[in-house]
């Protein structure tokens, strides 16, 4: 446990990281599949789908993907407001809007406008993933794996061929990021047929859970100052 959590770097405990990708992965599976194919997260794709969607004169789908997009956007932008303005605990703070979006939009009937609703999980999911932008001093995403991805073939090939020992933990690393992830969307997509928009609720649990221990530890690393 002490090598998930290293209280002199505690954002960027591997647990944490782990655990909100998991989440990253299981939401954007969500809103794939229960918010007609948009992805609140990867913006990558939802540039792709934007494009498919002028190209077919799909004025809705067009409104979807651009309002996830800007969401996005603002969220990153708004996290930076929060870590000027508050010292401490400014990442639990950030983790709050994906868990009121999360439950709101668990109880919302699969009839509501995609264009609502999966916009703001977007805008909550920028800011968890601009909060939480490490892994053990290594740049990382915790709601789109391609960077990941990408980081952990170079890195075990730097370890493989090229004998670089270095290398082995950061591989390690971004590989247990990128099976987070997809573990996360598998499971995301299982459980969607029994709970439906529900299915929500259980990233917003895990999240919950991840805010609190992250509050904690912080409180208690800032008690022993």
Known sequence: MHNLIDQGH???????????????????????????????AAQTGNIVFLSAALANHNLLG???RLASLVAFVIGLAVVSVFH?????YWRVFCL????????????????????ISVPT?????????????????????????????KKSVVAWSEYYFHHDQSQRQPALDYSAIVISFTLGAIVSAQVQPLLHMKTIWVAVLIILITNVTYYLQKWSIEGKK
Do not use: W
């Open 62 to 64: 067009v409104i979807d």
């Open 96 to 115: 709050m809007p994906i868990l009121i979006i999360g439950i709101v939009v668990g109880g919302l009937p699969a009839s509501f406008p995609t264009y």
């Open 10 to 40: 505690l954002a960027e405990a591997r647990l944490f990281a782990i655990v909100l990708t998991f989440c990253g992965g299981f939401t954007d599976a969500f809103t794939y599949i229960q918010c007609d194919h948009t992805l609140a």
């Open 84 to 88: 000027a303005h508050i010292v401490h």
């Open 121 to 149: 999980i977007s805008f909550g999911l920028a800011m968890q993933n601009a909060a939480f932008t490490k892994i053990a001093g290594l740049g990382y995403n915790n709601a789109f794996s391609s960077g990941n991805l």
